[in-house]
Nanobody, 115 residues
């Protein structure tokens, strides 16, 4: 089992910044891609950004140029730096990790951007 614990969410004004962290523990050997998803009320959970152990990165078009994902393999932690936040970024943000054929999720952290 892999446990993922997110932190760093909160309330911020439009144009502000937040940094999310996700620490993995448990059976961390063999964790492959990690990433961040988000889910707004009444909407599906969508990929925000993903990163492989080798550093390959992909972003949703809506966050390109504003969000930066990074990963510290030694600490088994993935980060999401979010700048120039917009009200439409308001959602619960979930950390995600893949290990073998299994996918693991964190409990989610709320990000609210006020206009």
């Amino acid at each position: 089992q892999v446990q993922l614990v997110e932190s760093g969410g909160g309330l911020v004004q439009a144009g502000g910044s937040l940094r999310l962290s996700c620490a993995a523990s448990g059976s961390i050997f063999g964790i492959n891609a990690m990433g961040w998803y988000r889910q707004a009320p009444g909407k599906q959970r969508d990929l925000v950004a993903g990163i492989t152990p080798g550093g390959s990165i992909n972003y949703a078009d809506s966050v390109k140029g504003r969000f930066t994902i990074s990963r510290d393999n030694a600490k088994n932690t993935v980060y999401l730096q979010m700048n120039s936040l917009k009200p439409e970024d308001t959602a619960v943000y979930y950390c995600n990790a893949n290990r073998g054929s299994r996918t693991y999720w964190g409990q989610g952290t709320q990000v609210t951007v006020s206009s």
